[in-house]
């Protein structure tokens, strides 16, 4: 009997603990459970991830390697570039490389190729754009007539059509663009370019243009944010100490510029600023000024457009973080002796960092990209690098060089997260 009830015993053991077998296939069960849960929850997110990849992560991509990409002078002159592949660039070419020079220009001039060519190697030297139409049409006629025979013959045809063939600088012009990758439009984009011996230097003053705007770009955007900043910071403050039915009313009126086209709201400041406009009527009635200011169509009417249009972005960060500061740790200061500027520095201001630099972060990236605004606001001397790499686009067609422009302004876009996740860290953002 003893031995009975042991044994049963034993089996109701076995039956409550499982068999090794048992709990390995639970064990199997439960990792193919979560591993479908985890392929079903990758399945739903897969949408979104192709609309992303279409419609941001493709674009930057491909304006990353027009950058880079300059195949036309390769693809047109192939056999003019492989002859300048031995040239030392001391002294004019060999007369053959003359005569293969020619062959290309008359036969893209016949192909009505040239144009192209002769647009992009205007970019690197310029005059190149007159000089390959002038020799192109000298050298067709000449062919036509079947006056050159030789090499030798070539050359000195070309430099009686241009002397400019006599120089090297048109050669060198060749040379720098024999690559189908290049850094040329990077250097452009920075006022620079290959000399004549192949090393990087600086743009003639005459030709420096984007340096200056971009520099101009970053300290308006730097000038706006912090211009929300001091706007917005006592804002978000008195937002988020009301009662909460008169912050709300408050919070309308913040969001009330999100609901009005941004077309809108630039040419009422248009409307506003300009020398007949509203606010010259009013300084001039009350006799704050006897001859009216100049406001709009300059850098002064960019900024106080920009800054009303961006406020919102800086006061709903701000706004996110103060709501959630407990009122309690400013009444302890002030119970133990601390003066409200002592307290507000060294207690309240810490704790709204994570809303300033997210606020600054998002006004500042999103300024340096503002294209209507300073279109139409600020004229020719309030226009930013946007305006021009806008024109590169849609009338120069220079797209590799508003591709490098678009890329300048994304590796500094990306410079500002990496310092904001030093000092801050990504994960503290908030945005309301």
């Not at 949408?47 to 674009?59: C, K, N, R």
């Not at 192209?116 to 049409?137: D, H, I, P, Q």
């Not at 001091?230 to 408050?250: I, K, M, Q, V, W």
Request: net charge positive; hydrophobic share 50%; aromatic share 8%.
């Amino acid at each position: 009997m003893k031995y009975e009830a042991i044994s049963a015993g034993a089996l109701d053991e076995s039956q409550t603990i499982g068999t090794p077998s048992t709990n390995n296939s639970l064990k199997m069960q439960l990792r193919r459970a979560e591993r479908w849960n985890r392929t079903r929850a990758f399945l739903l997110v897969v949408p979104l991830l192709l609309f992303v990849g279409v419609t941001f992560i493709m674009p930057i991509m491909d304006m990353l390697h027009r950058s880079i990409h300059d195949p036309l002078i390769v693809d047109h002159l192939p056999k003019t570039v492989a002859a300048l592949e031995s040239w030392d660039r001391q002294q004019i070419p060999e007369d053959t490389t003359y005569a293969v020079l020619a062959q290309e220009l008359v036969s893209l001039h016949k192909q009505r190729d040239l144009a192209k060519v002769a647009g992009r190697l205007n970019t690197e030297f310029s005059g190149m754009r007159s000089l390959l139409s002038k020799s192109a049409r000298g050298l067709a006629r000449l062919n036509a007539g079947a006056g050159l025979e030789s090499a030798a013959d070539t050359r000195e045809a070309m430099i009686r059509i241009d002397a400019r063939w006599s120089d090297i600088q048109p050669w060198a012009a060749i040379k720098n663009l024999n690559s189908r990758y290049t850094l040329s439009y990077y250097l452009a984009a920075l006022d620079m370019h290959y000399d004549v011996s192949g090393d990087i230097s600086a743009q003639p003053e005459r030709r420096q243009i984007y340096k200056a705007l971009l520099i101009k770009t970053f300290a308006m955007s730097a000038l706006i944010t912090v211009l929300c900043l001091l706007l917005g910071y006592p804002l978000a403050h008195l937002l988020a100490t009301l009662p909460e039915s008169r912050s709300n009313l408050l919070m309308i009126m913040v969001l009330l510029p999100f609901w009005t086209s941004l077309l809108v709201r630039t040419t009422s400041w248009i409307v506003l600023l300009q020398t007949e406009g509203v606010i010259n009527d009013v300084l001039i009635s009350i006799g704050l000024i006897s001859e009216r200011i100049r406001m709009v169509h300059n850098l002064f009417g960019t900024v106080i457009a920009m800054t009303h249009i961006l406020l919102p972005f800086m006061v709903l960060p701000l706004y996110s973080v103060m709501k959630n500061i407990s009122p309690s740790y400013m009444r302890a200061a002030r119970s133990l002796g601390a003066k409200p500027a002592y307290a507000f520095i060294h207690i309240y201001l810490p704790q709204t960092l994570p809303g300033i630099g997210a606020g600054a972060i998002l006004t500042f990236i999103l300024s340096i990209g503002f294209y209507i605004t300073p279109a139409l606001v600020g004229g020719r001397s309030g226009q930013m690098i946007s305006n021009f790499i806008a024109y590169h686009m849609q009338t120069s067609l220079n797209w590799g060089l508003a591709a490098a422009l678009g890329g300048i302004l994304l590796g500094m876009v990306l410079l500002l997260y990496f310092v904001y996740n030093r000092l801050i860290g990504i994960n503290s953002l908030k945005v309301g």
